[in-house]
């Protein structure tokens, strides 16, 4: 059984950054592919960023080029830094481990973009 920690989030300003962190416990975590959702209030949870190793990263078109994944696997730690931030990037950003045939989710962090 793995439990994912999401902490980070919070209010940020419009362009300005912030760095989600997914801590996890209770797995081999460095087995699990990891992804960041989103959900935005009223829409349906979406994509946002996955990582497998640390070169094999894919992201949304909605972000590439402004957030980037990463991964401690000696932390057990995925993170999403977030830059250039739009208010439509606000949601409650969630992050998922992988294993076939066996995923796992975080409960959550609240990220609001507004000024």
């Known amino acids: 059984q793995v439990q994912l920690v999401e902490s980070g989030g919070g209010l940020v300003q419009p362009g300005g950054p912030l760095r989600l962190s997914c801590a996890a416990s209770g797995g081999i975590f460095s087995t699990y592919a990891m992804y960041w959702y989103r959900q935005a209030p009223g829409k349906q949870r979406e994509l946002a960023a996955s990582?497998?190793?640390?070169?094999?990263?894919n992201y949304a078109d909605s972000v590439r080029g402004r957030f980037t994944i990463s991964r401690d696997n000696a932390k057990n730690t995925v993170y999403l830094q977030m830059n250039s931030l739009k208010p439509k990037d606000t949601a409650v950003y969630y992050c998922?481990?992988?294993?076939?045939?066996?995923?796992?989710w975080g409960q959550g962090t609240q990220v609001t973009v507004s000024s």
């Open positions: 990582i497998r190793s640390s070169v094999s990263t």
């Open positions: 998922k481990a992988y294993s076939f045939p066996t995923e796992y």
